[in-house]
């Protein structure tokens, strides 16, 4: 009997310390991001001013700044919402509303799954070759905005699926009962209800994109721009231009990858600075998708 | 009659262009496997493909280039390796964590900051591994060299943590109630039902988990680059700079390399061998995440 009893103590003292080191390990990832800021606060906070985001890259640390490389991410980040949005939430909707159960389905299936695991410089050297040497678009915007499109195309296009599955059958039958087509039922129904789902998973793979490094490099953006791409308005008919699509550019985490690479101390601290810029652009971007998220969770009841 | 007959046509036009848009990403697939055997094949042409996988040097920019991609390999294994020693255990135990202790208002405060962690741009992460995390290392381990294996892999593991711990997760709440509740009903405890009980039952969600870490962390770019050096070494110590796979196609890419070269071509020889290794775990990850959902 006091044998049982010392076995039942001890195994609930087991399950007592289990508990204790399983919110330890879960508490590890956050003890790291919680470090990571802080150290790159403590490094990079005082490097933040009007004049750090207004200046080009320069020799002299105190005098560089990130123009060139936050204009160029926005510029990149426009051309891959452009490219990535409407394929990737048609190909979503095909495959949820459209596509039959069928030996080709599947391959799509399957291939969507493959290629989000692909490592992202695959993309990168896939772009190299396909947009700057086969369509001879060069080393520009437009090439690594694409270049990125391809990267978080499976992101959108999963995040649709899951957006459309989440409606329930009983919506289209309504539809299809009142003598709405099939397109109807979506532009109507669908397209509106997954609305707040899709957005969410969009903000989440821009997130993704804008932080990208690998891609970009591979298809070759330069990292020392000290000129910003040519205006996309003209004094001249019709106003709008896009001949900065062609120009060469530079992307915020590349101007931090090129200062983290200098052994002077002081670039490291710009490194550090333009580090805090890009995560509070992702964790901007990230808060919002997740409020999306509460959002339109609390609008539609089903 | 006119109207039946427009709508008709524009319905289908919908559904072509909605059926275009999805076979693009095969196209993409395809557009990566022709891209990448063209460039490699004109490698091999130059380069055979004996000396390719056996030769023990990698040296294509010297003047007397040897073209050995094992340390390129044995790079990329190492720093995983130590990724993976980082990742398992913790995401595993924050899988059972969040899984089966966790009551429901914590685990909806952690997850989502858990995902941030794979939200941060990796060359933040290879930031901290070069300045912050390599010189603490270098105060307990003296002969650690200013760049290494050990930093960017610590590094590394704990990026990997969510991707390990919500596919575990979601494996082990696929198991129904009552096989726990059957457990508790014979007097175990919850750490008893966990290991005992539950993760057998969640075996092949698991290893698909570990598989994509796995996959993740050979595909990773940044971190190695900036942390780990710029040497290909064939090693398996730690403690000295490695060159990765991916790391070799930045360094070369960075520089300005002709096209159609042989160095320009050497990219292309180690993206393939990079996409064949992750293709392999994803294959076999995507399998066991399959027979998941068959199991119940």
């Known amino acids: 009997m006091e044998d049982i009893k010392k076995r039942i103590r001890i195994t609930k003292f087991l399950d007592y310390i289990f508990a204790i080191v399983g919110l330890l390990s879960t508490l590890v990832g956050l003890a790291l991001l919680f470090t990571l800021m802080t150290d790159l606060f403590m490094d990079g906070f005082p490097r933040l001013g009007y004049k750090f985001f207004a200046s080009f890259p320069s020799r002299f640390p105190d005098e560089a700044g990130i123009l060139s490389a936050w204009v160029g991410s926005f510029l990149v980040l426009l051309v891959t919402a452009s490219a990535a949005i409407p394929i990737g939430v048609a190909a979503g909707i095909y495959l949820e509303e459209y596509a039959g159960k069928n030996w080709l389905t599947n391959i799509i299936e399957i291939n969507i799954a493959n290629l989000a695991g692909v490592p992202s410089i695959v993309y990168g050297l896939l772009a190299l070759v396909v947009f700057v040497y086969f369509f001879k678009f060069g080393e520009s915007i437009l090439t690594g905005g694409l ?136 964790l901007l971007m990230n808060g919002f998708a997740i409020y999306i998220r509460y959002r339109f969770r609390k609008k539609i009841k089903w | 009659m006119k109207r039946k007959l427009t ?28 891209v990448l055997s063209y460039e490699s094949f004109g490698f091999f042409k130059e380069v055979p493909l004996i000396e390719f996988l056996t030769g023990r040097e990698w040296t294509p920019l010297f003047a007397e280039p040897k073209f050995g991609i094992l340390p390129l390999i044995s790079g990329t294994l190492l720093i995983t390796s130590i990724a993976l020693i980082v990742a398992l255990p913790l995401g595993l135990t924050a899988a059972v964590y969040l899984s089966e202790y966790a009551p429901h208002r914590l685990k909806e405060i952690i997850k989502p900051i858990l995902e941030l962690l794979a939200a941060v741009p990796t060359v933040v992460y290879g930031y901290f591994a070069l300045l912050f995390l390599t010189p603490i290392l270098q105060k307990f381990i003296p002969d650690l060299s200013g760049f290494n294996a050990l930093s960017p892999g610590i590094i590394m593991g704990i990026m990997i943590i969510p991707y390990v711990s919500s596919v575990s997760e979601d494996a082990m709440r696929a198991v129904p109630m009552h096989i726990r509740e059957g457990s508790y009903a014979m007097g175990a405890t919850k750490l008893q039902t966990a290991f005992k009980v539950v993760i057998p039952s969640a075996f092949s969600g698991i290893a698909a988990a570990f598989i994509i870490g796995i996959s993740r962390a050979i595909g990773e770019t940044m971190v190695v680059a900036i942390a780990a050096g710029g040497m290909p070494n064939l090693t398996a110590n730690p403690l000295e700079p490695v060159q990765t796979l991916t790391a070799y196609i930045v360094a070369v890419s960075l520089g300005d390399v002709p096209h159609g070269t042989i160095e320009y071509k050497t990219i292309f020889a180690a993206g393939m061998t990079l996409f064949l290794m992750t293709l392999v775990f994803n294959i076999i990850g995507f399998w066991l995440r399959k027979r998941i959902r068959e199991a119940y």
């Open chain 2, 7 to 34: 709508r008709k046509i524009k319905e289908g036009a919908i559904e072509t262009i909605l059926f275009l848009s999805a076979l693009s990403s095969v196209f993409i697939t395809i557009s990566i496997v022709v």
């Open chain 1, 147 to 282: 270049a990125l499109a391809l990267l978080i195309l499976p992101m959108v296009i999963m995040a649709t699926r899951e957006a459309i599955r989440a409606i329930p059958n009983s919506i289209r039958e309504a539809s299809y009962a009142l003598g709405a087509t099939k397109w109807q039922t979506v532009q109507f129904h669908i397209i509106p209800y997954s609305t707040g789902g899709i957005l969410t998973g969009i903000i989440i793979g821009l997130s993704r994109a804008i932080g990208e490094t690998a891609p970009i490099i591979t298809v070759g953006a330069l990292t020392f721009i000290a000129f910003l791409p040519s205006s996309p308005f003209s004094s001249e008919f019709p106003f709008i231009s896009f001949k900065w699509l062609f120009d060469p550019f530079t992307v915020m985490p590349i101007q931090m990858f090129n200062w983290v690479s200098r052994p002077q101390h002081e670039f490291q601290l710009n490194a550090a600075a333009a580090g805090i810029v890009l995560m509070m652009m992702t």
